[in-house]
């Protein structure tokens, strides 16, 4: 049976509504899902739709009224633990703007259009279809551009992202270029800042060479009196213009960016995040694919985007593809995706990602954990070599 991940619209009627569905499905489209997976539930459908034990995230819409609708159905979801997302249009009143049984809860703020993308990010996590892990990386120069990196960082963050900055991120003691390249194989998203002389550096070329080897997406920030470079398709150009920089500078490494212009290069990230992991996972699962067919073993891309093999005598192997570097969470999500969807125990359940770039450290406690957990790694390399023993 295919899980229904279930998207739950209830409270006041919000103007956005519309909005956010169009860009939600837009996002499962990036991920490869069929959108017959998703459930949409109000008040006019939930009793009959409703699944207690299926992935769910609520949006809750508050109001000034002080007469707030669906208690009941509030109740249901809180009892079920559900994932809920309270919605206020002013962060300062929110205890005013939501039923009791909300304010324990962190809200997010919807004001306008320019918030949409950060909250189906939001819906996306809480379903577990993007990784709850937020990762970037800025590639610059920093003899050009040092000044608006750190700016970005300090917003991003502020943002909710996990962001890579070379001359914040890494620690004393670290091999520089090992944690780098380590990163980048573990980030959702690239924001380069194209400046004049960014490809003279050999760095700044192999970020870039590298981020497109491994399709992540890109977001070019190029520089005013300065062309884009030719990149993927994961690419994404905002041509910056002179007032886009506080006081119209932008030819040396102190300038920064008006605030307007460094909201439009996060609401940018938000899209084209869901694009790079889902493009990412589709090459694993391309190559894995490929590689099972050249040894006539029949492999099925399950709806929820895993793959399982059925041998004789009943056994089943369960392969999860997992973009960037597995950590302990990955593991778990991972575990709880399965048990949603298979509730025998016949299977053996393996992770299936890239080591290509990530620290010789890391790998090393990857196969430590395969020691102790039922839930194994594979890397994509070793395929081959494993299909051949199953």
């Known amino acids: 049976m295919n899980t229904k991940y279930q998207l739950v619209f209830i409270g006041e009627d919000n103007t956005f509504k519309n909005r956010i569905l169009d860009t939600f499905f837009k996002h499962i489209d990036d991920l490869g899902l069929n959108k017959s997976s998703i459930i949409v539930l109000q008040e006019s459908n939930f009793k009959d739709n409703y699944i207690s034990n ?9 109001n000034d009224t002080k007469v707030f609708k669906n208690l009941d159905i509030l109740d249901i979801l809180i009892r079920d633990a559900s994932f809920i997302l ?11 703007l939501l039923p ?6 962190n809200g997010s ?16 996590e809480g379903l577990s279809l993007l990784r709850l892990s937020r990762r970037l990386f800025i590639s610059y120069k920093r003899n050009e551009s040092s000044g ?23 620690r004393p003691g670290e091999i520089f270029q090992d944690e780098l390249w380590h990163r980048l194989a573990d980030t959702d998203v690239v924001v380069l800042l194209n400046t004049k002389g ?35 398709q994961l690419s994404i150009q905002i041509q910056l213009l002179k007032d886009n920089f506080v006081k119209n500078k932008f030819d040396d490494n102190k300038c920064f960016l008006e605030d307007s212009a460094s909201d439009i290069i996060i609401n940018s990230v938000e899209s084209l995040r869901a694009r790079s992991l889902g493009a990412r996972q589709d090459n694993l699962v391309t190559e894995f694919m490929k590689t099972a067919k050249s040894f006539n073993i029949k492999a099925d891309l399950q709806p929820e985007k895993f793959i ?8 089943e192997f369960i ?14 999500q991972s575990e709880e995706l399965i048990k949603q969807i298979r509730s025998h125990k016949s299977s053996e359940l393996f992770l299936l990602y890239d080591h290509r770039n990530i620290r010789k450290k890391w790998i090393e406690h990857l196969s430590w954990l395969d020691l102790y957990l039922p839930l194994k790694s594979k890397k994509i390399t070793e395929i081959e070599k494993w299909l051949k023993t199953i």
Do not use: C
């Open 198 to 232: 960014f490809l003279e550096s050999r760095w700044t070329k192999e970020e870039l060479a590298k981020a497109n080897s491994m399709s992540i997406g890109i977001i070019q920030l190029v520089w005013p009196n300065h062309s884009a470079e030719s990149m993927s």
């Open 148 to 170: 608006v990196a750190i700016q970005l960082y300090e917003k991003l963050e502020k943002s909710g992202f996990d962001v890579f900055l070379d001359t914040h991120s890494i």
């Open 54 to 62: 299926s992935p769910t995230v609520a949006l809750y819409f508050g």
């Open 100 to 105: 009791t049984q909300l304010h324990s809860i």
């Open 109 to 124: 703020v919807l004001k306008n259009e320019n918030e949409i993308e950060h909250l189906v990010s939001s819906i996306l």
């Open 319 to 332: 392969v999860l593809p997992t973009v960037g570097v597995p950590h302990a969470f990955t593991y778990n």
């Open 86 to 96: 309270p919605i206020v249009n002013n962060i300062n009143n929110i205890t005013k």
């Open 308 to 315: 399982t093999i059925a041998r004789d005598g009943g056994k």
